[in-house]
């Protein structure tokens, strides 16, 4: 497993942007897939995002398309999601998630899925 450290939520005003950041420590980073969840007050866990061990397969969830964009730079061990035009119902804590997989190929989208996770970082889009 390796260990995930979330950074770069904040308040923001509806219709700007935030990067939120994901380190990892271990070795071996490019043999996980990683993913971005989100959990809003009330509600279930969402995959958000998700990127395959190289970068060459993403994944995001419809309400977040054409917004959002998920990024990895695995000699850093760290992996990215800008998010634009920010909107209220985006309010919620953010989470990382790794899962070792041997291919690229793999479409991880539920909890379950991943066993390694951040603890999280509040993102607050104010209306």
């Known amino acids: 497993q390796v260990q995930l450290v979330e950074s770069g939520g904040g308040l923001v005003q509806a219709g700007g942007s935030l990067r939120l950041t994901c380190a990892a420590s271990?070795?071996?980073?490019?043999?996980?897939?990683m993913g971005w969840f989100r959990q809003a007050p009330g509600k279930e866990h969402e995959c958000v995002s998700r990127i395959s061990r190289n970068g060459g397969n993403t994944y995001y969830t419809n309400s977040v398309k054409g917004r959002f964009t998920i990024s990895r730079y695995n000699a850093k061990n760290t992996v990215y999601l800008q998010m634009n035009s920010l909107k209220h119902e985006d309010t919620a804590v953010y989470y990382c998630?790794?899962?070792?997989?041997?291919?690229?190929?793999?479409?991880?989208?539920?909890?379950?899925?991943?066993?390694?996770w951040g603890r999280g970082t509040q993102v607050t889009v104010s209306s």
């Open positions: 271990g070795r071996a980073f490019n043999m996980y897939a």
């Open positions: 998630a790794a899962r070792a997989t041997p291919s690229e190929t793999d479409t991880f989208l539920r909890r379950s899925d991943y066993d390694s």
